[in-house]
């Protein structure tokens, strides 16, 4: 099982960016997922996060302006990110906790994406 995340890339204050996250291999399904940013001197932090019932819940700092979003039948997770500011600029991961297949077993498992770096900047 993999997970690749993309869609990072410079974009100005106020714009926007769409980042993906695919979970690739022998998934049964995909329970919860998140979006975790990290940005240059500064600690790992949760931005949003999506349960299998499609709840979702965001860091105070991108609430009305990010959305996550998940397709389960392409087992993508998606954060559609608006109005973007420098401080956004970071490195964006993905996480699953998903089951998988192990032979004639299911697994549970969790799972990192390698990181999309997000640069928000004139």
């Known amino acids: 099982v993999q997970l690749q995340a993309s869609g990072g890339g410079l974009v100005q204050p106020g714009g926007s960016l769409r980042l993906s996250c695919a979970a690739s291999?022998?998934?049964?399904?995909?329970?919860?997922m998140t979006w975790s940013r990290q940005a240059p001197g500064k600690v790992r932090e949760l931005v949003a996060s999506i349960n299998s019932g499609d709840s979702t819940n965001y860091a105070d700092s991108v609430k009305g302006r990010f959305t996550i979003s998940r397709d389960n039948a392409k087992n993508t997770m998606y954060l559609q990110m608006n109005n973007l500011k420098p401080e956004d600029t970071a490195v964006y991961y993905c996480?699953?906790?998903?089951?998988?297949?192990?032979?004639?077993?299911?697994?549970?498992?969790?799972?990192w994406g390698q990181g999309t770096l997000v640069t928000v900047s004139s």
């Open positions: 291999g022998s998934v049964f399904s995909i329970n919860a």
């Open positions: 996480n699953a906790d998903l089951t998988y297949y192990s032979g004639t077993y299911l697994q549970r498992g969790d799972y």
